[in-house]
């Protein structure tokens, strides 16, 4: 399972682990990470980045690379949830992370392709949902019209649609940008997994492998923040999804996106291909992956056949209660940890615009529209939100002890098909029973959204430690 964006991208030379005290370590090689190490290496910063895999083996080299303002019904969504002046905020914050990325593009030949977004109805139902968000973009002053009818072999009943939007391979501009970080003094060191931060003084980051750095702060750009110390990890809903792309002889003139719980982003791509994503889930709590990537297999034989499948990948995501992403300083530690997370599948504007919030606060220029963002404060939709999330984590924890006690298999990391990996089947980040995911074979936890390879190794946090081989009880 490769993204059309990571198959051929060109490896990453390693720098040796910083033997200095640099003024920021980012944690995290993906597009917050490297965006933030630019920034404040441009402004003279000695900056130093870790990644515990390797540059965009999670979130950002398996997006779907779209680039825009209209992000489905996410306006409508945070307006439910949030004040108007909360989703101006919001709008202008994605709309300086857009306009920095696209000028980051021209100025290092990095290709992109203009499109407009559309937000569609697949049918009746999903019609109110799509109105909406047309009222409520406009509302924020996005310059949306309404369309019945889209040029698209794909049932519709009507869109909203932004011009002048982009999309992008993800994998070019990480390569840039990294090689930007290097040029302004920037180091970046793979395969160097973060297991902790301490929390007074100045920072000290200690490695899976037991080495310590140290840094005047630290910035935590990892999808879900590997500290629990701001309870993000029970204030966000990891969400898994799926995409396939296809040699395609056709053309699109926009990224498409429906308005149901199970989408379907569809978007052209350079060399003749098509790139259909969605069917999601909660990370953990489905009764089979494979069976989601089959729903989008059968799909896309219907409405564009002859295209050939040729890449399939999966992408995790995290929503936060308010459709708002969280960034900022970390309770404890003094203000010298900052973190981000909570994009919500649109991730391309929003972590440059995280970045530029936790750039601009270590430097001392904060933009207004940061300062609203972070002073928002829950209201009620919110809350109910908040609770729901949580709710749906008490139950998957139970509906998986009750699984357990059924099979007579607490803990035991043995697939469905009887193969035994040798691993205790336990989280170890709060302890969740693990679900096989069958169509990445991985561990993947119900709870928080952590996952694990076959042998237990981590591939996604809040968790940092590999799971428990059988047999052993000391940590690992």
């Not at 290496?41 to 515990?52: M, S």
């Not at 790139?275 to 889930?281: D, F, K, T």
């Not at 749906?392 to 059924?406: E, I, T, W």
Request: with cysteine; glycine share 12%; charged share 20%.
């Amino acid at each position: 399972m490769t993204s059309l964006w990571l198959d051929g991208a060109p490896a990453v030379a390693d720098d040796a682990l910083p033997d200095r005290t640099p003024d920021v370590l980012v944690v995290g090689a993906g597009l917050t990470g490297l965006t933030t190490a630019l920034l404040l290496a441009r402004a003279g910063q000695d900056v130093a980045v870790v990644e515990a895999r390797t540059v965009g083996a999670v979130t950002t080299g398996n997006t779907t690379g779209k680039v825009s303002l209209l992000q489905g019904t996410h306006l409508s969504r945070i307006l439910r949830h949030q004040t108007a002046e909360v989703g101006r905020a919001y709008v202008e914050a994605n709309r300086e992370g857009m306009e920095w990325l696209l000028r980051f593009c021209d100025e290092h030949d990095v290709a992109y392709q203009r499109r407009r977004a559309v937000t569609y109805a697949a049918d009746d139902p999903e019609r109110s949902s799509v109105q909406e968000e047309h009222r409520a973009a406009a509302s924020l002053g996005l310059e949306v019209r309404w369309l019945d009818r889209l040029d698209v072999p794909f049932p519709h009943v009507g869109a909203t649609v932004l011009e002048e939007q982009a999309q992008i391979d993800s994998m070019e501009v990480l390569a840039a940008l990294v090689a930007e970080v290097r040029r302004h003094g920037g180091t970046l060191t793979q395969g160097a997994r973060v297991r902790s931060v301490s929390k007074s003084g100045e920072p000290v980051v200690t490695l899976e492998d037991g080495h310590e750095l140290r840094a005047r702060h630290v910035v935590v750009a990892t999808g879900a923040s590997i500290l629990d110390r701001g309870l993000h990890f029970a204030k966000v809903e990891p969400q898994r999804s799926y995409a396939l792309a296809y040699q395609w002889s056709g053309a699109l003139d926009g990224m498409y996106l429906s308005a149901g719980s199970d989408s379907r982003s569809v978007r052209d791509a350079p060399g003749g291909h098509l790139v259909i994503g969605g069917s999601g889930h909660v990370v953990g709590r489905t009764r089979s992956e494979s069976a989601h990537v089959e729903e989008l297999r059968a799909w896309t034989a219907r409405w564009f056949p002859g295209a050939a499948e040729t890449h399939r990948w999966s992408a995790q995501d995290y929503s936060s209660y308010d459709g708002v992403p969280f960034v900022g300083r970390l309770p404890g530690g003094e203000g010298r940890v900052h973190v981000a997370t909570g994009y919500e599948k649109w991730g391309m504007a929003n972590a440059v615009a995280a970045a530029r919030t936790i750039s601009s606060d270590l430097l001392g220029d904060v933009p207004s529209w940061a300062a609203v963002l972070a002073g928002r404060t829950p209201r009620a939709m919110g809350a109910a939100e908040l609770a729901r999330v949580n709710l749906g984590v008490g139950v998957a924890a139970a509906a998986r002890a009750a699984k357990a006690a059924v099979d007579r298999l607490p803990g035991a990391g043995t697939t469905p098909t009887g193969y035994d990996c040798g691993v205790v089947g336990v989280c170890t980040h709060l302890g969740g029973l693990l679900s096989w995911n069958d169509a990445e074979q991985t561990w993947d936890c119900p709870l928080h959204g952590s996952r694990f390879a076959p042998g237990g190794e981590v591939l996604e946090g809040p968790a940092t430690r590999p799971l428990r081989k059988r047999g052993r009880t000391e940590p690992q």
